[in-house]
């Protein structure tokens, strides 16, 4: 049964940082291609970055080059670093497999506003 624990989120002012951390347990992390998706309020839930089994990464337009995934295969947590947020980028953020999916966690809220 896999776990994923997401952990991290708050409330902060537009341009802030938050950094998201994702616990994984029950399965074989490190072969996984893994990836953070976030669902605000009203909408479909959407794809933010994934990262590979090998390191690469890749971005939803969105938040291109203000966010970075990484990920510690040792430690079995997925990390999402999040720079210059913007209140569009309120909503509840989940890890979860780029795919197949796991069961979901309960994700993290994100809430950025002034």
């Known amino acids: 049964q896999v776990q994923l624990v997401e952990s991290g989120g708050g409330s902060v002012q537009p341009g802030g940082s938050l950094r998201l951390s994702c616990a994984a347990s029950?399965?074989?992390?490190?072969?996984?291609?893994m990836a953070w998706y976030r669902q605000a309020p009203g909408k479909q839930r959407e794809l933010v970055a994934h990262?590979?089994?090998?390191?690469?990464?890749n971005y939803a337009d969105s938040v291109k080059g203000r966010f970075t995934i990484s990920r510690d295969n040792a430690k079995k947590t997925l990390y999402l670093q999040m720079n210059n947020l913007k209140p569009e980028d309120t909503a509840v953020y989940y890890c979860?497999?780029?795919?197949?999916?796991?069961?979901w966690g309960q994700g993290t809220q994100v809430t950025v506003s002034s």
């Open positions: 029950g399965t074989i992390f490190n072969i996984y291609a």
């Open positions: 990262i590979t089994s090998a390191g690469t990464t």
């Open positions: 979860n497999r780029f795919g197949p999916w796991a069961s």
